[in-house]
């Protein structure tokens, strides 16, 4: 799986980052797509792990998944278009 660039996490969220990194990596495969952590997969993550998570810390794990996932994407897509421009370079 990518890996973005990891953000400047503040020393008060690097706790709820590390949670996202728990979670990222229990994330189910798709069809060379990603699709979002689940609420029903926080919940049964925080049913296993038995965390108790305030509002504001689901709120940034889920913002800090939907950043990632755009960040995924638009690697995805510049890679595609240095390949393209590849193969049109091996074409001439």
């Not at 953000?7 to 979002?36: K, Y």
């Not at 038995?50 to 690697?75: F, G, K, Q």
Request: with cysteine.
């Amino acid at each position: 799986m990518e890996t973005p660039e990891q953000p400047d996490v503040p020393v008060c969220a690097q706790h709820v980052w590390d949670w996202w990194w728990e979670l990222n990596a229990r994330r189910p495969p798709g069809f060379d797509n990603l699709e979002p952590i689940s609420y029903t997969e926080i919940c049964s993550w925080l049913f296993v792990t038995r965390r108790h998570v305030a509002p504001e810390e689901l709120d940034w794990l889920v913002r800090m998944d939907n950043a990632w996932l755009v960040a995924i994407a638009e690697e995805r897509r510049l890679k595609q278009e240095r390949e393209e421009l590849n193969r049109e370079r091996g074409k001439r």
